[in-house]
């Protein structure tokens, strides 16, 4: 005797494609279902189980109906984001760039690009995600490897055990809170002085990261997490590297408390970081930031004009009660040539102290930011700012809009007048979409 024929995934299997537009197709495909069971294709309870099964593939999936896997991946991803900056006053003199710098070409007011990325991204069922991600406004004009449209995150990672997983590509060096906090949801404009100057930010390597604690200790998966890398040193998109030595990476952080606190939902973290890399002649050791002193208290990039090595590390900590979020931090970097007759040594340090507020209804964000930056290559050179802020999130960091007033205080112009004015002021605005 024949067996009867699996009705039921058939009808799956005609539909399946019908799942890539549930939400255009749901009345369709309810209609087919019922005329399968008055034609007696179905019974009454197939039919609610194969409703079940389908609502179920459509709200797990909800893939775009134009983007489709040309390979074996179980998952793919099309997104992407764009922030629209404007800045006026003396724009980018928090970094050190002061409008009247006989050293540093000024930044006028403008209005211009500050990010514009698209990414894929996906996941095979063999334990591997991956991710591609290209920005079409890199084109700075200062740094050599950033030119129109070139890439960010490029890599695979293999996560088949929470405790160890291990990347390979392009990304961020795990190396300081502020600066592998994703560009869509720091609190301010941009980042600070400190971080830009004295972190690796995206470098070419493989990593081993992840929660020891994440099956033996579920419950408190949180309270340990690492990462550690070994990357080329020499920044982003650049394929050679620039000597035989490589730079080493590590983050060691802790959720020691996750509750409440005076009634409100609270976490507390704590982290630390170091690096150390040598580098070879021409290479640029603060890839997002100004590092390099001037003489008129300016500050620009830091390229190497010879061989060196750097040693930083860094402490970190955020605190969140209910509306309220504290974040602060503190880097330093040593940087030593290889050949004592080439620079002096010198070492860098600086902090910063972010806090936030969200006013009823969490539309409404109130942010303050102190920081300051020591380049430790004259007396009296640090460079201070203080901030202050508004968020207004229309639909989260999904669509959002942002408002920061900086004051910035140059106290090496301040004890060597006639080298201009020691203080400044800009205004940043922003425009962020996500899609």
Same mark, same amino acid.
Request: hydrophobic share 40%; charged share 20%.
């Given at each position: 005797m024949k067996a009867k024929p699996n009705y039921k995934a058939i009808v799956i299997g005609a539909l399946a494609p019908l799942l890539w537009g549930a939400n255009i197709h749901?009345?369709?495909?309810?209609a087919l279902v019922n005329k399968l069971v008055q034609k007696g294709v179905l019974t009454e309870q197939e039919a609610q189980e194969l409703t079940t099964e389908m609502e179920k593939e459509a709200k797990e999936a909800k893939p775009s109906p134009f983007v489709l896997p040309w390979g074996k991946e179980a998952k793919l991803r099309l997104g992407g984001f764009i922030q629209a900056n404007a800045e006026f006053g003396d724009a980018g003199s928090m970094f050190g760039v002061f409008p009247d710098s006989t050293t540093v070409a000024p930044i006028h007011s403008r209005f211009f690009l500050r990010r514009a990325r698209i990414n894929v991204s996906g996941d095979f069922l063999e334990d591997f995600d991956f991710k591609l991600e290209g920005d079409f406004e890199q084109g700075d004009g200062i740094s050599s490897s950033r030119t129109g449209f070139s890439g960010t995150d490029i890599f695979l990672n293999w996560h088949r055990f929470p405790e160890a997983n291990f990347k390979v590509g392009q990304w961020k060096a795990p190396f300081g809170v502020e600066q592998t906090t994703p560009d869509t949801t720091i609190l301010t404009i941009e980042r600070s002085?400190?971080?830009?100057?004295?972190?690796?930010?995206?470098?070419?390597?493989a990593q081993l990261w992840g929660k020891p604690l994440a099956n033996l200790w579920p419950g408190q998966k949180d309270l340990l997490e690492y990462a550690l890398? %070994?990357?080329?040193?020499?920044?982003r998109n650049i394929?050679?590297?620039?000597?035989?030595?490589?730079?080493?990476?590590?983050? %060691?952080?802790?959720?020691?408390?996750?509750?409440?606190?005076?009634?409100?939902?609270?976490?507390?973290?704590?982290?630390?970081?170091?690096?150390?890399?040598?580098?070879?002649?021409g290479t640029r050791i603060s890839q997002t930031g100004n590092l390099k002193f001037n003489a008129d208290g300016s500050l620009s990039g830091f390229t190497l004009p010879a061989a060196a090595k750097s040693t930083g590390w860094a402490v970190n900590q955020d605190l969140r009660v209910g509306p309220f979020d504290l974040v602060a931090e503190y880097l330093e970097e040593k940087v030593e040539p290889l050949d004592s007759t080439a620079f002096a040594t010198f070492t860098a340090n600086g902090y910063y102290v972010l806090g936030s507020y969200y006013l009823p209804g969490r539309k409404f964000q109130l942010v303050g930011e102190y920081e300051s930056f020591n380049p430790g290559q004259a007396s009296n050179d640090d460079v201070r700012s203080v901030a202050g802020g508004i968020n207004y999130y229309i639909k989260g960091d999904y669509l959002k809009l942002m408002l920061n007033y900086i004051h910035t205080w140059s106290d090496f112009r301040h004890a060597n007048p006639g080298n201009g004015e020691d203080s400044f002021d800009e205004v940043l605005l922003r425009a962020q979409v996500m899609f």
């Amino acid at each position: 005797m024949k067996a009867k024929p699996n009705y039921k995934a058939i009808v799956i299997g005609a539909l399946a494609p019908l799942l890539w537009g549930a939400n255009i197709h749901a009345q369709s495909n309810e209609a087919l279902v019922n005329k399968l069971v008055q034609k007696g294709v179905l019974t009454e309870q197939e039919a609610q189980e194969l409703t079940t099964e389908m609502e179920k593939e459509a709200k797990e999936a909800k893939p775009s109906p134009f983007v489709l896997p040309w390979g074996k991946e179980a998952k793919l991803r099309l997104g992407g984001f764009i922030q629209a900056n404007a800045e006026f006053g003396d724009a980018g003199s928090m970094f050190g760039v002061f409008p009247d710098s006989t050293t540093v070409a000024p930044i006028h007011s403008r209005f211009f690009l500050r990010r514009a990325r698209i990414n894929v991204s996906g996941d095979f069922l063999e334990d591997f995600d991956f991710k591609l991600e290209g920005d079409f406004e890199q084109g700075d004009g200062i740094s050599s490897s950033r030119t129109g449209f070139s890439g960010t995150d490029i890599f695979l990672n293999w996560h088949r055990f929470p405790e160890a997983n291990f990347k390979v590509g392009q990304w961020k060096a795990p190396f300081g809170v502020e600066q592998t906090t994703p560009d869509t949801t720091i609190l301010t404009i941009e980042r600070s002085q400190p971080t830009g100057a004295l972190t690796p930010e995206r470098q070419i390597g493989a990593q081993l990261w992840g929660k020891p604690l994440a099956n033996l200790w579920p419950g408190q998966k949180d309270l340990l997490e690492y990462a550690l890398g %070994v990357f080329n040193g020499n920044n982003r998109n650049i394929q050679l590297n620039d000597d035989a030595h490589f730079m080493y990476v590590g983050r %060691v952080a802790s959720t020691p408390f996750a509750g409440q606190l005076f009634g409100q939902d609270a976490t507390w973290k704590l982290g630390g970081d170091g690096f150390y890399s040598r580098s070879g002649a021409g290479t640029r050791i603060s890839q997002t930031g100004n590092l390099k002193f001037n003489a008129d208290g300016s500050l620009s990039g830091f390229t190497l004009p010879a061989a060196a090595k750097s040693t930083g590390w860094a402490v970190n900590q955020d605190l969140r009660v209910g509306p309220f979020d504290l974040v602060a931090e503190y880097l330093e970097e040593k940087v030593e040539p290889l050949d004592s007759t080439a620079f002096a040594t010198f070492t860098a340090n600086g902090y910063y102290v972010l806090g936030s507020y969200y006013l009823p209804g969490r539309k409404f964000q109130l942010v303050g930011e102190y920081e300051s930056f020591n380049p430790g290559q004259a007396s009296n050179d640090d460079v201070r700012s203080v901030a202050g802020g508004i968020n207004y999130y229309i639909k989260g960091d999904y669509l959002k809009l942002m408002l920061n007033y900086i004051h910035t205080w140059s106290d090496f112009r301040h004890a060597n007048p006639g080298n201009g004015e020691d203080s400044f002021d800009e205004v940043l605005l922003r425009a962020q979409v996500m899609f």
